[in-house]
């Protein structure tokens, strides 16, 4: 297992990139990049999908003001492993939104039509 702790300090090109080799080939190591925002917290993750050459899973989290989860959206499955950094989401991402009380952490997930889960 590798890890390499790329772009220090650099909003959205700051994360860890973790390697776990399979075999002696470099062509089907496992990898996933955690980005990171600027309080440490995992706002993307990129990992390779399959088959090995063509594709990125992409995870991607949003925070509130105060620091809460805002959305989460569903995993996407790029047409592409050149990917140079932070990948901003798209409108046409599925995403789960969270609503929380002011004054309690309890949160209510939504999807993204507003219905209650």
Do not use: H
């Not at 991402?93 to 209510?108: E, H, I, V």
């Amino acid at each position: 297992m590798e890890y390499q702790y790329n772009n220090w300090g650099t909003a959205s090109f700051q994360n860890i990139y973790t390697i776990q080799k399979v075999d002696a080939s470099t062509a089907n190591d496992l990898w996933v990049k955690k980005y990171f925002d600027g309080v440490g917290r995992v706002v993307q993750t990129q990992a390779r999908g399959e088959p090995v050459a063509t594709r990125t899973i992409v995870t991607t989290t949003t925070f509130s003001d105060r620091g809460l989860v805002d959305r989460e959206y569903v995993p996407q499955d790029l047409f592409s492993t050149s990917l140079s950094g932070y990948k901003s989401t798209e409108p046409s991402w599925k995403k789960s939104t969270f609503q929380y009380d002011a004054l309690s952490p309890t949160s209510r997930k939504l999807q993204e039509s507003s219905s209650k889960l």
